[in-house]
Structure formats: structure tokens, C-alpha cells
């Protein structure tokens, strides 16, 4: 099975701050994806991307940014992180969509 | 606009029953169809894909799912639930030409002793 990790696992921000969530995958996937979990709206895609250099804005990129300097990383941007922004963000990879263990952030 | 619903946010069944979760979208033409579980506190696992061919597919750990274009419907089933089954399950579908999977609210099933 393919091999997703993220980090950091919990992650504590302020409002305004900068924050970055990591995605790595070693099954060499061209596709990566970041979503984010709430209550009530199942996982919402944020971004993705199809390979390095590439990244496509998904349904709710507000607020977000992405960056996929390789093959095997995939980042998530807060620029200015604010309370809305508090949530489970998961990365996946691959068309089947294998899914990293998840980041919870909460920003006070 | 292409949606997938699940009508049931939770199941309680007891261990041994049977269980269905159901799983319907709104798309005529070439689908994806997808189903995982996610424990508390974990990330989403795979259970099952369809694409083309038997409409009924096996996962892992007893899971099957039919699908059904009459029906537009793509439900999940389990003959006999353990306890461990006790988990948040997604339906997820993946259009022609999409740039991703479009999850469904999630059902979470409840397994009592």
C-alpha cells in the first residue's frame, strides 16, 4: 500500500501567523491532493497537484496556497492563518487516493 | 452539478447483523466510484473501487458494494459486522474528466455487542 505521511500531526497557530503542513509519498504518484475534514461537510479539495512544479486550485482555495517542489512533497500554505482556517487537513496520493494519517490544526 | 449523497449520517446495527450503507450520485456519463473508512482519530483507508465491468466488487474485510446505473446508486455492504467495523464510512466518486474525488458526507456506524 502506498505510503503517505504528513506533518506536523497537530499543529497550534494565532491568527495571522504563517503555517506550512507537509506531505510526503514515496510510491511515486503523480497526483497529490489536500483537503480539509469538517463536521457536516464530509472532505472539501483545497488543492492538487498533477507533478512537480504544478499546482491546481480545488473547490475552496481561499486562503490557501500549495506548493510541490518534487515528486514526493506536497505543501499547504496558510499565509495568514485565521480561526475559520481550524480544521483536519488530510493529504492523498495517486488516482485511488491513498491517504496520509491527517494534521489537526487549530488556530486561535 | 455533480453531487453524491449518502442518506444516512448514522447506523447502529449489534455485531453479527448485517449492514447496508447506501451511496447515490447524480452523473450520466463514465464514473469512478470509491468507498473508505476512517476510525476516529485516523486517516481514510480504501475499501473498494468500481470502474467498469461486475457491478459488484470486494473490498477488504468482507466489504462488497453494487453498483447500480439505474439506481445511480453505489451501496456498501458487510454480511456479519465485528465490533472493529465501528468507523465513519465515505462513498466518493470521481467524474469524467474530474480533478478529483467528491466525498459524501460520511455514515458512521455504530457496532453494539
Known amino acids: 500500500e502506498a505510503a503517505v505521511t504528513q506533518s506536523p500531526r497537530n499543529k497550534v497557530a494565532v491568527t495571522g501567523g504563517k503555517v506550512t503542513l507537509s506531505c510526503n509519498q514515496t510510491?511515486?504518484?503523480?497526483?497529490m491532493y489536500w483537503y480539509r475534514q469538517d463536521t457536516g461537510h464530509g472532505l472539501r479539495l483545497i488543492h492538487y497537484?498533477?507533478?512537480?512544479?504544478?499546482?491546481e486550485k480545488g473547490d475552496i482555495p481561499d486562503g490557501y496556497k500549495a506548493s510541490r517542489p518534487s515528486q514526493e512533497n506536497f505543501s499547504l500554505i496558510l499565509e495568514l492563518a485565521t480561526p475559520s482556517q481550524t480544521s483536519v487537513y488530510f493529504c492523498?496520493?495517486?488516482?485511488?487516493?491513498?491517504f496520509g494519517p491527517g494534521t489537526r490544526l487549530t488556530v486561535l | 452539478t455533480q453531487t453524491v449523497s449518502q442518506s444516512d449520517a448514522h447506523v447502529t446495527v449489534f455485531e453479527g447483523d448485517s449492514v447496508e450503507l447506501r451511496c447515490n450520485y447524480s452523473?450520466?456519463?463514465?464514473?469512478?466510484l470509491s468507498w473508505y473508512i476512517q476510525h476516529h482519530g485516523r486517516g481514510l483507508q480504501f475499501l473498494l473501487k468500481?470502474?467498469?465491468?461486475?457491478?459488484v466488487v470486494q473490498g477488504v474485510n468482507g466489504f462488497e458494494a453494487e453498483f447500480s446505473k439505474s439506481d445511480s446508486s453505489f451501496h456498501l455492504r458487510k454480511a456479519s459486522v465485528h465490533w472493529s467495523d465501528s468507523a465513519v464510512y465515505f462513498c466518493?466518486?470521481?467524474?469524467?474528466?474530474?480533478?478529483?474525488?467528491?466525498f459524501g458526507t460520511g455514515t458512521t456506524v455504530s457496532v453494539s455487542p
Open positions: 492523498a496520493s495517486g488516482y485511488e487516493q491513498y
Open positions: 452523473y450520466g456519463g463514465s464514473i469512478y
Open positions: 466518493a466518486v470521481k467524474y469524467q474528466g474530474g480533478r478529483a474525488l467528491i
Open positions: 468500481y470502474y467498469s465491468g461486475n457491478p
Open positions: 497537484s498533477y507533478g512537480a512544479g504544478s499546482t
Open positions: 510510491n511515486n504518484h503523480n497526483n
